[in-house]
C-alpha cells in the first residue's frame, strides 16, 4: 500500500506515531518501547528530562538518540506563556539551534488542561522568533484555525485529559478541524488503549501522539508494538474506506442517523 | 512478543483474523484481499460459492487453495436446521471428509440475524455426526454456556447484524461470554471499521470474522491490511495491559463509574 | 396532550411505567415509592413477596392495593420452565383467578439473564393453559416474533442485566423488535437512571419496568419521581418527533453516519 | 419533593429550562411552546427579533410579556467582541435598564462556535459596564473559571454546535466546569430530544437552554412539554443519588472502569 509521508515543517516522516519518553521505569524501558513504537518523533519534557542539562546524570539522549529519532522539545510543566517561551529557548540552546517545538501552557495541576490564551501569546512569541511550533490545545475549531493562521506547522487537539485514557471524547469537533485544516492535526493526550488510536486515524487525523498509554501500561513495550499496528491500522482503514453504517444488511435501509 | 496461537478444534493457528470471500468483484480481488488479510481460516458459503459443485465454472478453491488456507464452509442463507445440516455434510463431502464447519442458522432475510431454536437443534445433530462446529450465534451468555456444552468448538456471537457495519453494540455480553468460555469466543459478524476490530480484541475475544468490511470497503485490499493490523494492535493491547481510566491525570481520581 | 393509552391484553393504562415491589427498606417505602413512580402495574416476585401465602406476615397488598394497582405477578428466582409454570399457577389461585403474569425463567443467578430455550417452553404452556404472558427475554428480535406467534401478550427484552443500572446497550435490537411487534414492547432491566427510560421511550418502546434503578437510590421516593418525568419525557419526545442530528447547525450538512 | 430553586444574579427560578425563541412558525406556536416548556427566563436573539425596534412590525414581547418571563437578550449572530457589546447596549435601553443579557461571539457561519478570545473581550466590557453577563462558550474547563473569575453571572458551555442536535459530546469537560464552578453552569446548544435535556442535569448541570429542540420538533409544543418533563426527570434523578453501574446483579462485581 501506497500512502504519502506524513510532512510537518518541511520534514516528512513515514511513522504517524508520535511518543513521549515520561514515567518509564528506566531509560532502557524508555529506549525499548520507543522502538517498539516505530515512532520516528519523540517528544521529551525538557523540564523533567535531563538532555544535557545536567552532564553527571544519564541523559535520555543515549536511549533516544538525535541521529536516530527527530526529538520534540516540549514545554510540559509550564503554567504561561514567559516559562514556555523560556523553555522552548533553553531547548533550542541544548539542542544546537533546533527549531521544532512542541507547545504547551497548561491551565491547572489536576486537568493539565491548556491554558488557551496563554496559548496563543506564547505561539505568537515563538513563531516570531523562528520556531516551528507544534501546539497541544483544546478540540475548539476556531481556536485550531487561529493557531495555524498565526503560523504554527501542526494542531494538537487533545482527546481526553492527559493522563486519563479516556479516548476520543469529542469527534464531532477532531472532525471539523481536520476538515478545515491546512497543516496537519495530530491528537495528543487522551489515548487508552490501541482501538483509541486507531479511531482517531479513522477520523481522518494525520497522528497521534502518545505517553502514558504506553508507559502506563502492565508491559510497555508490548503496548508500544500495540500502538504502532493501531496507527497504521487507522490510517489504512480511512485510506480504504470503510463500508457505511446501515441497520440492517440489506443495502436498502441506511441509517439515517435519527434514532442514536 | 509471544503469544499463544489460536487453538480451535486440535488445529493451531497465529492469525487471528478469518475473512469469508463473499461480495468481491472477481476471484483475482478475492484472492489478493485475503492474502493482505494474513488470514488462515476461510469461511465460504457453500450455497452461493463454487467449490467443486459445477466443474464448469471457476472455482473458488483456486483462488483459496485449500493446501494454504484452512476452508471453513458456512450454511450462509439455511433457515433450518435441516437445510443446515445437510449443507455441512455436502460440504463434508465435497472437501474429502474436512469436519470443520461454520454453522448459521437464519432467522429472517431482513436482519440474518441467528433463528436460535434451529441453531440448537442443528448443532446437536452436527456433533452427534462427527462435526467439528463453529456455531453463529446472538451475544447470548446463556446460549453461549449452553452451546459449548452440546460441544461446539467454538462460539461466534455477531457484534452488530451481518453487513451493518455498526461495529460492536454490546460489549458486557461479550464479556460475559468471554469469561465463562471454555471454547474460544470470535466475534462474527457487525465490523465495520478497523477500530471494531480492534475493540473486539481488547475485550478479550480470540478472534473476528469478517467479509462485508473488507469486501465492501473502496478499496478492499487495502482494507484488508488495516484488518490485519488491528486484530494484532487488539491482540497485544489486550496482553498488555491498558492503563486503567481516569478523569483526570492525577491518579488519585480514578473514575468511579457513577456518571458516564 | 392527547396518547392513545397503553393497552396490555385489552386493559387499558395511562402510565407507560411498571415498577417491581423488592429491594425496598419496608413496604411504607414500597407504597411511597410505587405512589409517586405513578404505575398503575406493579410486578410482585411470588417467591420473594407474601401476598397471602403466609398470613402472619405483612401482606405487600396491603402498601399496594390490588384496588388501586394491576398487580403483576412474577416469577423471579425460577430456573426451569416447570418452576415458573408451578409459580404462575400459584399466583392465579392466590389472587382469585388472575390470568396477567410476567414470566422469566434465569439462566444462572450471577447475570440473571433469561433462558430463552425454557423460557419459550413455559410461555407455550402457559398460554395453552390460558394464562396473558408477558415475558422477559433477551433483545433477540427473532425471538419476540416467536415468542409473540406463540401468543404472548407483551415482549419484555432487556436493556442490560438486572440490577447492573447499566442502561440500554442495543438501541438496533430494541429498534428492531419495535419495529416488527404487534403486541406491547416493553424494556424490562437494566435502566439505572431517568435518562435510561427516557432513550428506551424515544426509541418507540411502549413502556418501561424497573426495580432496583428506583428501590436502590440513596432516595427511592425522589428517584420515582424522577423516573415518571423521565418516561412521560421520553414518550412525548418520541410522539413529537425529534430534530434530526447534523454536525453542524446549517440544514446543507446532514449527518450521513459515515464517520461516527 | 424540595428543591433548592436556580438563582441566577440573585433572581430566584423554579424552572432549570431556558428556551429561546427563534424558527417557529409564528408568534402564537412560539408562546405556546414556550408556555408548554414551563421555561421563566425566555433568550431573545436582539438582532433577529422585534422586541420594539421596529413599532410597525409584530413585538415578540406580545407572545413573551416581559411581565410573566424574564427576558433574556442575546448577542446572536455577533461574530465580534464590539458588536456584542453594542448589542447588549441597545438591549438594556429598549428593556428600561434591563442588564441580565447573554453573551455569544461567534466563531463562524457554518459552525456557529464561539471566538473564545472574542468572547474574553466582550465578558470584561460589559462586566465592567455592569451588565450581569451569562456567557455562550466552550466546554473548555479553565476558560469556564477564567470567565467567572471576570465577573460573569453564569457559564453556558455548548453540549454540541447550535442546532445540531448531537446531544452531549463530552460529558467530562462538563463535569469538571460543575466540579469547579461557583456560578450557575447551563447547558446550551446542541440538545437534541429529551433524553439528551435529562442526562445534561443528571451530570449537575444548574440548567438547560434550547431552542431548535423544541421549535424544528414535528411537533414544537409536544416536544416543550417533553423537555419540561425531561428537565425535572434529570434533576431529580441527580438529587436522588443513582445506583451504581455494575457489571451483573450481583453487588460483587462492581464495574472497574477498564473495559469499555
Known amino acids: 500500500m501506497t500512502d504519502d509521508p506524513l510532512v510537518i515543517a518541511n520534514r ?15 531509560l532502557d524501558e524508555t529506549g525499548a518501547a520507543t522502538e517498539a ?5 519523540v517528544t521529551v519534557a525538557l523540564r523533567r528530562s535531563n538532555i544535557g542539562q545536567d552532564p553527571d546524570q544519564p541523559n535520555l539522549l543515549d536511549a533516544i538518540p ?5 526529538i520534540l522539545p516540549n514545554t510540559a510543566g509550564c503554567y504561561s506563556a514567559k516559562d514556555a517561551v523560556r523553555t ?20 491547572d495541576e489536576k486537568t493539565l488542561y491548556p491554558e488557551m490564551r496563554e496559548t496563543f501569546s506564547a505561539a505568537e512569541t515563538l513563531v516570531a522568533d523562528g520556531f516551528e511550533v507544534m501546539v497541544y490545545m483544546t478540540d475548539d ?32 469537533n477532531l472532525l471539523e478541524i481536520i476538515d478545515n485544516a491546512g497543516v496537519p492535526v495530530l491528537v495528543d493526550a487522551g ?9 482517531a486515524m479513522e477520523l ?17 513495550v508490548r503496548m508500544a508494538t500495540a500502538m504502532r499496528h493501531a496507527v497504521i491500522a487507522g490510517r489504512e482503514a ?23
Open 191 to 199: 489515548v487508552g488503549t490501541a482501538s483509541d488510536a486507531a479511531v
Open 12 to 26: 516528512s516522516f513515514q511513522s504517524r506515531l508520535l511518543v513521549g519518553t515520561g514515567k518509564y521505569r528506566d
Open 238 to 260: 480511512y485510506l480504504a474506506g470503510r463500508i457505511p453504517r446501515k441497520r440492517n444488511a440489506s443495502a436498502s435501509s441506511p441509517l439515517d442517523g435519527t434514532f442514536f
Open 37 to 41: 513504537s516505530g515512532a520516528e518523533i
Open 141 to 172: 475549531p476556531i481556536a485550531a484555525r487561529q493557531l495555524e493562521e498565526i503560523g504554527c506547522v501542526a494542531v494538537m487537539p487533545l482527546a481526553a485529559p492527559i493522563g486519563s485514557g479516556l479516548g476520543i471524547q469529542n469527534r464531532y
Open 88 to 107: 522552548c529557548r533553553l531547548a533550542r540552546e541544548l539542542l544546537d539551534g533546533h527549531n521544532l517545538v512542541k507547545l504547551e501552557v497548561l491551565g
Open 66 to 70: 538525535p541521529e536516530r529519532y527527530t
Open 204 to 220: 481522518g487525523c494525520d497522528g497521534v501522539l502518545m505517553n502514558s498509554a504506553i508507559a502506563g501500561a502492565r508491559e510497555p
